[in-house]
């Protein structure tokens, strides 16, 4: 079945960019996603790219997709104290078989 | 607010009884599943169900089961406990779960199990 990697932690000064990287392992994945969840909280879905995409963006945040090396990166520009979270990679094939990654702790230092 | 409602948010029990956590998705929305996150073993997907059937099984223990009912919302049933099922128990639905769309998921506040 599916496997999502991600590296456990992550440290960035405010202001700074924040690059937080995954891996999967199914090729027939159809949609890729960003999940944040704030201490305390749910996870919250920040964004999501289709298999067929590169690259998305939404103002902060750049996804970028390397179907080739099943590699997916989560770009967050002028990181904020706000932005400190932890953040889960999550794959999908039309809706089923979700499968998260075990979650980029990040930690902003003012 | 995501619209799922999780109940109760916290639940203190001991070892080897039973609880029932429950869930109630979005409006609309035909899939429920269950995840738990403890510190040791991140986010683990226990079970999926789709408009009150079954749709898939992951790391589920075989004391711990669910259901969803005709009115959608869903209950998942935690039996025998032991101290290594304290954790948060999530619920997310989507309106999806055999559809052609982005399986989007609505996460819950959670339900936070401790088990002394």
């Known amino acids: 079945g599916e496997d999502v990697e991600q590296s456990l932690f992550l440290s960035v000064r405010e202001g700074d960019s924040s690059v937080i990287n995954c891996t999967y392992t199914?090729?027939?994945?159809?949609?890729l996603y960003w999940y944040k969840q704030e201490p305390g909280a749910g996870l919250q879905l920040l964004t999501y790219i289709f298999s067929n995409m590169d690259m998305k963006q939404d103002q902060r945040l750049t996804v970028l997709l390397n179907k080739k090396d099943k590699h997916l990166s989560l770009r967050i520009a002028d990181t904020q104290t706000g932005d400190s979270a932890i953040y889960f990679c999550?794959?999908?094939?039309?809706?089923?078989?979700?499968?998260f990654g075990p979650g980029t702790r990040l930690s902003v230092l003012p | 607010d995501s619209g799922v409602t999780q109940t109760p948010k916290h639940l203190i029990t001991a070892t080897g009884q039973r609880v029932t956590l429950r869930c109630s998705p979005r409006s609309g929305d035909l899939s429920v599943y269950w995840y738990q996150q403890s510190l040791d073993q991140g986010l683990q997907f226990l079970i999926q169900y789709y408009n009150g059937e079954e749709r898939a099984k992951g790391n589920i223990l075989e004391r711990f089961s669910a259901q969803q009912f005709p009115d959608l919302h869903s209950e998942l049933n935690l039996s025998s406990l032991e101290l290594g099922d304290s954790a948060l128990y999530f619920c997310?639905?989507?309106?999806?779960?055999?559809?052609?769309?982005?399986?989007?998921?609505?996460f819950g506040e959670g339900s936070r199990l401790t088990v002394l």
């Open positions: 997310a639905s989507s309106a999806q779960g055999g559809g052609t769309n982005t399986g989007e998921l609505f």
């Open positions: 999550a794959a999908d094939n039309y809706g089923q078989n979700f499968v």
């Open positions: 199914d090729s027939s994945s159809t949609y």
